[in-house]
């Protein structure tokens, strides 16, 4: 789905670096959403965000920090990379739940990271 | 908090054949169930969801059942294609919730 973007789309760092990765969106919803993907354990929920003034921890916020710059921009940061955040990171963005139609995630085509 | 669990992690049938993956759910005041097809490389993408005011949903070659007594929902496919192969995730939400909780995924192989 072009309407959700991720920058990068692939990042080798080595531990310790501070990186962050970059989430747009002109679906022009409110919600947004930061997700870590790895093998055998799913989509597991980092940060998500309302509104621009909304921010919420996930199940694993741990380690990671984010930015709701605009309606449409959602940063996620690690602030000193460990191997153990190797993971593919998807964004997503949905409307108000709750009523058909609207309930659905749209994600980004996701950003490879790897920590050495 | 909610608990997800999705079995099995693998599945290979044949084409032709049906494919059925499971989940359980652990809080009861869950009644949104999307599920989530992923094809190799690409981003999750919803492919077809149910509410607790119905037992059953269908769409073509897929269909999901739910059964809000035992806490578990299932997704059906028929007629299994080569282009079925991929990863699926169920996930669970509360009415008007915040957040989705997904299942661990399970890797779907059709062979031709």
């Known amino acids: 789905d072009a309407d959700v973007t991720q920058t990068p789309r692939n990042r080798i760092t080595k531990t310790g670096k501070r990186i962050m990765l970059e989430c747009s969106q002109t679906k022009g919803h409110d919600r947004m959403y930061w997700y870590r993907q790895d093998p055998g354990l799913g989509l597991r929920l980092i940060y998500y965000s309302f509104d621009v003034k909304d921010i919420n921890k996930g199940e694993i916020s741990d380690g990671y920090s984010v930015s709701r710059q605009a309606q449409a921009k959602f940063s996620l940061s690690l602030e000193s990379a460990i191997p153990n955040q190797t993971a593919l990171y998807f964004c997503?963005?949905?409307?108000?739940?709750?009523?058909?139609?609207?309930?659905?995630?749209?994600f980004g085509p996701g950003t490879r990271l790897t920590v050495l | 908090g909610e608990n997800v669990e999705q079995h099995p992690s693998t599945l290979s049938v044949q084409e032709g054949d049906s494919a059925v993956i499971k989940c359980t759910y652990s809080?009861?005041?869950?009644?949104?169930f999307p599920w989530y097809k992923q094809e190799l490389g690409k981003r999750p993408q919803l492919i077809i969801d149910?509410?607790?005011?119905?037992g059953e949903k269908k769409d073509q070659r897929i269909a999901v059942t739910l059964n809000k007594t035992a806490k578990h929902f299932s997704l059906h496919i028929t007629e299994t294609q080569p282009e079925d192969s991929a990863v699926y995730f169920c996930?669970?939400?509360?009415?008007?919730?915040?957040?989705?909780?997904f299942g661990a995924g399970t890797i779907l192989r059709v062979k031709s």
């Open positions: 996930a669970a939400r509360r009415e008007y919730g915040n957040k989705l909780v």
């Open positions: 809080d009861s005041a869950s009644n949104y």
């Open positions: 997503a963005t949905s409307d108000l739940p709750g009523y058909p139609g609207t309930d659905t995630q749209y």
């Open positions: 149910i509410r607790s005011n119905v």
